[in-house]
């Protein structure tokens, strides 16, 4: 076979898909599936060497028509009334967190006294074995000391929050 009997061939089912593709390529700037990607390539060049890469007013509104005809609609806005979104779990939320603090203090059943006790002041001699230790001196001193002052102070909280 020689080019010239490959040219008086008639065209196969496949090739006339394709040319239909171009075609519509070419037309509308978009294409199916289907069309080789050297074909999509031509097609570009072609589109853009026609007419120098611009396109014309009418062409212009054409090609924004279709897009806006096939676009996906827009998904409509939230309500500006949907507040109660938000604040019914944030209400939800204080309202537990309130039930459940009154119910810790309901647990505690136990009597607080009104007032705190009254302690006793340390004695003077307490005062001077103190300064007497931070100088160096008898620590055995400070010792006795405490001793009768802590005895006082723990028979004074004993009075007063004894159960």
Not at 10 to 39: I, N, V, Y
Not at 81 to 94: D, I, M, N
């Amino acid at each position: 076979m020689s080019e010239d009997d490959d040219m008086e061939l008639e065209p196969t089912e496949e090739e006339l898909r394709e040319a239909a593709a171009l075609a519509h390529a070419l037309d509308r700037g978009s294409t199916k599936e289907g069309l080789p990607d050297d074909a999509l390539q031509m097609a570009a060049m072609l589109r853009y060497g026609a007419g120098d890469g611009e396109l014309d007013e009418e062409r212009s509104d054409a090609i924004l028509e279709e897009a806006l005809r096939t676009a996906r609609p827009r998904r409509p806005r939230a309500e500006k009334g949907a507040w109660w979104r938000w604040l019914v779990p944030a209400g939800l939320v204080t309202a537990a967190a309130a039930a459940a603090l009154i119910g810790v203090l309901a647990m505690n059943t136990g009597e607080t006294p009104a007032t705190a006790a009254a302690l006793p002041e340390p004695p003077s001699a307490l005062l001077q074995a103190q300064a007497a230790a931070a100088a160096g001196d008898d620590p055995e001193a400070l010792d006795r000391a405490m001793e009768a002052h802590r005895a006082a102070v723990l028979e004074r909280l004993g009075e007063r929050y004894e159960r």
